[in-house]
Structure formats: C-alpha cells, structure tokens
T-cell receptor, first 111, second 114 residues
C-alpha cells in the first residue's frame, strides 16, 4: 500500500533560518502530493499541493517540488518566522483515493 | 463562509458512556472522513463516507460507529467498547471528483474520558 516517510522532529530553528523538511513516498501510479500544517489545538490546514511530476506547489513562502524520480516532496522555506512554528504533515493521495499521512514534523522557530 | 464545523471543541465523559461528536460541512463535498490523533502522533483513519447512506471502515474502526443520512453531516459515536477513547478527533471532507482528493479539515474535538 501507499506510505509516506517524513523527517523526524522536532526541528528547532532561529528566525530567518532556512527550512527543509524531507518527505519521501511509496505509491503505485501517479499520486497527488500535499503538505498540511497544524497549529496547536487546531485542525490541519492545506499548505500546498502538487498533482504531477515537476509541479511546484507554493504558499506563504513555502515551496515543494514533485520529484517523481526520487519519489520526494521536500518542504522548503527560505526564511522562517516565529509564526511558522507548527506541526507539518506530508500526505499523498494514491490509487485508493484516500490520503496517507506522514507522522508529522514539529517545527519550533525561536526569536 | 464555507467550511467544516465540529462541536463541541472539548468534551468530557465518564468511562462506559457513549458519546457522539458532530461534524457538519457546507462545502457541498461528497466525501467525509473521521481521523483520530494522539499526542505527538500522525492521523489514523477511523471511518469514511463517499456518498450519503454509505460508509467504510478505516484502519481503526473498532469501538466507533458513524452514520451519513445527509450530505452535510457525518457524526461519529465513540462507544464504550473503545478501549482508549481519549484523543483529538478530526473531521474532514473532500470532493470525490476533484482529482487530487485534497481534504479540508475541521477544528477538531478533544475528547477526554475518565
């Protein structure tokens, strides 16, 4: 079945540092790829998505590129802010039309 | 504004009691989902429904039940048979025909059973 392997946390960065959270997946066919963000005590919010190879999803300064050759969808941001502190989930939508989530990466940004 | 509402945000129950969590959406989405999230963990799928009056078990359905009598509503009952019901419960919905199947989430209900 489909699976997602996500960089383990927690990740702690200083404000304005560069962020990378790694995500790789296993799936048959051509899944759609997503990053979700969860702030404390809240539900998940869709951050960005990509639906085909080489697509780049972007939102709020975050980016991720669908790399089919490496089955990866790494999340990046050039300069993080304290307000970016949250848990980030990578997810894929495969042949079963369901979302398969990674285990989440806790990000803390210090001022 | 379109969205998903879950109520209540916090729920407390005594062990042995059934409890029903509400989930309503006005996004006109076909599919709805229930997930369980434990502290520091990812999401685990409990039940999902792609059309009215039909639903399927997810990975951890034991001790839970659902109904889908209306497109907008997908309530989850946590029964006394659920051995460890204390958790954060998330409801989500999606358009079946969207292609990408991205899901939109409600704010969650935190259930505490003592």
């Amino acid at each position: 079945g489909d699976s997602v392997t996500q960089m383990e946390g927690p990740v702690t960065l200083s404000e304005e540092a560069f962020l990378t959270i790694n995500c790789t997946y296993t799936a048959t066919g051509y899944p759609s790829l997503f990053w979700y963000v969860q702030y404390p005590g809240e539900g998940l919010q869709l951050l960005l998505k990509a639906t085909k190879a080489d697509d780049k999803g972007s939102n709020k300064g975050f980016e991720a590129t669908y790399r089919k050759e490496t089955t990866s969808f790494h999340l990046e941001k050039g300069s993080v802010q304290v307000s970016d502190s949250a848990v980030y989930f990578c997810a894929i939508s495969g042949s079963a039309r369901q979302l398969t989530f990674g285990s989440g990466t806790q990000l803390t940004v210090l001022p | 504004d379109g969205g998903i509402t879950q109520s209540p945000k916090y729920l407390f129950r005594k062990e042995g009691q059934n409890v029903t969590l509400s989930c309503e959406q006005n996004l006109n989405h076909d599919a709805m989902y229930w997930y369980r999230q434990d502290p520091g963990q990812g999401l685990r799928l409990i039940y999902y429904s792609q059309i009215v009056n039909d639903f399927q078990k997810g990975d951890i359905a034991e001790g839970y039940s659902v109904s889908r009598e209306k497109k907008e509503s997908f309530p989850l009952t946590v029964t006394s048979a659920q051995k460890n019901p204390t958790a954060f419960y998330l409801c989500a919905s999606s358009l079946v025909t969207s292609g990408a199947y991205e899901q939109y989430f409600g704010p969650g209900t935190r259930l505490t059973v003592t």
